[in-house]
T-cell receptor
Framework: TQLLEQSPQFLSIQEGENLTVYCNSS?????LQWYRQEPGEGPVLLVT?????EVKKLKRLTFQFGDARKDSSLHITAAQPGDTGLYLC??????????????FGQGTILTVHP | EAQVTQNPRYLITVTGKKLTVTCSQN?????MSWYRQDPGLGLRQIYY???????DKGDVPEGYKVSRKEKRNFPLILESPSPNQTSLYFC?????????????FGSGTQLSVL
């Protein structure tokens, strides 16, 4: 069974601070996705990283896939209250086909205070 | 508007009383799946379906049934609910895109079994 460990589980910061969320595994994934979930809603895909070492930017969010494709990080610069939510990483099994079957991390609850 | 629709949003029931949570998608996706979300455990897959009449178990299928008689619908059935099935449930759909697969989630069903 592939596992994804996310850390930290909770993060409470002030507006303007930077933060990093980590997603680690002992298994190799063919791709790694990051989702954001707001209260009362389902997760929404933010980004997919595919290549080892790949870096993708989405405004103030920077996503990185580890060289060995076993880990990923999400860095937020100058966090804003609108970034508050649950962040989930999810890995697609090595071999290329997930058929909607992703392995999810436990999630990181981020609260950004004004 | 492309969406996954789940009903009901909230459900309170008693142990042993059969219930069905409906899920419908309007994106003509081949793949649909059900997840449950529990604090500290992230999202865990219950069942998934690769197409009409094709379903398979996910990681936590015990106590659940599904059917896929039509491409757009994928109901989740709890024949005899128990309190340990109290959880937040999400239906998701996707079209196979290999390693760039994107899941679309419904808004969730909060189930309480007394």
């Amino acid at each position: 069974t592939q596992l994804l460990e996310q850390s930290p589980q909770f993060l409470s910061i002030q507006e303007g601070e930077n933060l990093t969320v980590y997603c680690n595994s002992s298994s190799v994934f063919s791709s790694l996705q990051w989702y954001r979930q707001e209260p009362g809603e389902g997760p929404v895909l933010l980004v997919t990283v595919v290549t080892g070492g790949e870096v993708k930017k989405l405004k103030r969010l920077t996503f990185q896939f580890g060289d060995a494709r076993k880990d990923s990080s999400l860095h937020i610069t100058a966090a804003q209250p609108g970034d508050t939510g649950l962040y989930l990483c999810a890995g697609a099994n090595a071999g290329g086909t997930s058929y909607g079957k992703l392995t999810f991390g436990q999630g990181t609850i981020l609260t950004v205070h004004p | 508007e492309a969406q996954v629709t789940q009903n009901p949003r909230y459900l309170i029931t008693v142990t042993g009383k059969k219930l069905t949570v409906t899920c419908s998608q309007n994106m003509n996706h081949e793949y649909m799946s059900w997840y449950r979300q529990d604090p500290g455990l992230g999202l865990r897959q219950i069942y998934y379906s690769m197409n009409v009449e094709v379903t398979d178990k996910g990681d936590v299928p015990e106590g659940y049934k599904v059917s896929r008689k039509e491409k757009r619908n994928f109901p989740l059935i709890l024949e005899s609910p128990s309190p340990n099935q109290t959880s937040l449930y999400f239906c998701a759909s996707s079209t196979y895109q290999g390693i760039n697969e994107k899941l679309f989630f419904g808004s969730g069903t909060q189930l309480s079994v007394l």
